[in-house]
Nanobody, 121 residues
Framework: QVQLVESGGGLVQAGGSLRLSCAAS????????LGWFRQAPGKEREFIGA???????YYADSVKGRFTTSRDNAENTVYLQMNSLRPEDTAVYYC???????????????WGQGTQVTVSS
């Protein structure tokens, strides 16, 4: 079993930055791929980025060059640094853990509760 708790969301102006954290617990988390997704009202859950157990990363084209994910295995924490934020980045952001990784939400077995990010214009 894996438990995930996100933090760091909030309100920011367009062009600003936020860093989200996801504290993970569970005996398998160190070997899991940890991903970030977001969901805006009325829209489908969208893949943002992910980091493998060996710290390889991959991102959606919509955030590439603006968002960066990293992990601290000693602290069992994964981070999402978000720069140059836009109003269209407004959503609830989730971290998730998967034994197989990928960009599809249904390959992730464990989910956090989500944290709201609002970007004002």
């Amino acid at each position: 079993q894996v438990q995930l708790v996100e933090s760091g969301g909030g309100l920011v102006q367009a062009g600003g930055s936020l860093r989200l954290s996801c504290a993970a617990s569970g005996r398998t988390v160190s070997s899991a791929t940890l991903g970030w997704f977001r969901q805006a009202p009325g829209k489908e859950r969208e893949f943002i980025g992910a980091i493998t157990w060996s710290s390889n990363t991959y991102y959606a084209d919509s955030v590439k060059g603006r968002f960066t994910t990293s992990r601290d295995n000693a602290e069992n924490t994964v981070y999402l640094q978000m720069n140059s934020l836009r109003p269209e980045d407004t959503a609830v952001y989730y971290c998730a853990a998967s034994s197989v990784g990928g960009k599809r939400w249904y390959t992730y077995e464990y989910w956090g509760q989500g944290t709201q990010v609002t970007v004002s214009s």
